[in-house]
């Protein structure tokens, strides 16, 4: 049986009522039926309690990217500029997931925003427009791009720690990566490893050291390029590979009860 994925879902406003809504990109449900190989499940930004009573039936994590930002009090942080977008149902939601996640051994894979959430559930905190800080690039897209392969392109280099399966995935010392975000790692999270940085020293890959399970963030989305760029393809199938690991585990215990 294929590994039951889970999707981090936004809470956003649909239709001429601006209804809220619980939503993902369709990349993301793309991606894991794709290199994967799992089935998505889209997971509501329902708040705290739905960690314990969903984690038992996932087989992996996926946190997705989002324009929203996290919530500067969850990291000790100055109020955000006016008109920063938030989702604190999101915030409610994801960060005690992660923390459960990762305390299971669950394959997690963290992507832009998902990949702050990370930083954040574990202790770490955000700069929160990276562009503004002297000396640092500017690592967003403008949102009114019109052409979606300029908005998605690749827009820098990253530099990749010498050892560890990342540097394995990409077969170089440097990879080019898109680059649509704000928001970055400040203070990172002690349980983090880097194994990525921009060229100016922006952190933008991770992994969770110790983790008992496959535990990364990249800062980038691969998920809009991964059916033409190798690198991209194969961070999914290596999650896909730990998930369905951990799938085959599961079944193993259920079948024995």
Not at 67 to 82: C, Q, T
Not at 201 to 218: N, P, Y
Not at 224 to 251: K, L, M, N, Q, V
Request: one cysteine or more.
């Amino acid at each position: 049986m294929r590994p039951m994925v889970g999707i981090s879902c936004c809470v956003k406003a649909f239709g001429i009522f601006q209804t809220p809504n619980h939503a993902a990109s369709d990349h993301y449900v793309r991606v894991v039926l794709g290199p994967v190989g799992g089935v998505p499940v889209l997971l509501p930004a329902a708040g705290e309690g739905l960690a314990a009573d969903i984690l038992p039936r996932l087989d992996g994590l996926l946190l997705t990217g989002s324009r929203s930002n996290v919530w500067p009090g969850h990291y000790g942080g100055p109020a955000h500029a006016e008109g920063t977008p938030e989702d604190p149902q999101r915030d409610s939601t994801t960060l005690p997931l992660i923390r459960a996640a990762i305390q299971a051994g669950l394959p997690l894979l963290a992507i832009c925003r998902g990949m702050q959430e990370l930083n954040v559930a574990l202790g770490g905190s955000l700069d929160q427009r990276i562009q503004d800080l002297p000396g640092r690039m500017d690592h967003s897209t403008p949102t009114d791009q019109p052409i979606p392969l300029v908005r998605t392109g690749k827009a820098h280099a990253v530099r990749l720690a010498p050892a560890g399966l990342l540097r394995e995935l990409a077969g170089a010392e440097e990879v080019p990566v898109n680059s649509l975000h704000n928001q970055g790692v400040q203070r990172l999270a002690p349980r983090l490893e880097p194994m990525g940085w921009a060229p100016d020293g922006t952190i933008e890959a991770v992994q969770v050291r110790g983790a008992a399970g496959f535990a990364w963030g990249v800062q980038w989305h691969p998920e809009y390029d991964w059916e033409r760029d190798g690198f991209s393809r194969r961070i999914f199938e290596a999650f896909g590979a730990a998930c369905a690991a951990w799938a085959a585990r599961r079944h193993l215990r259920q079948a024995a009860e």
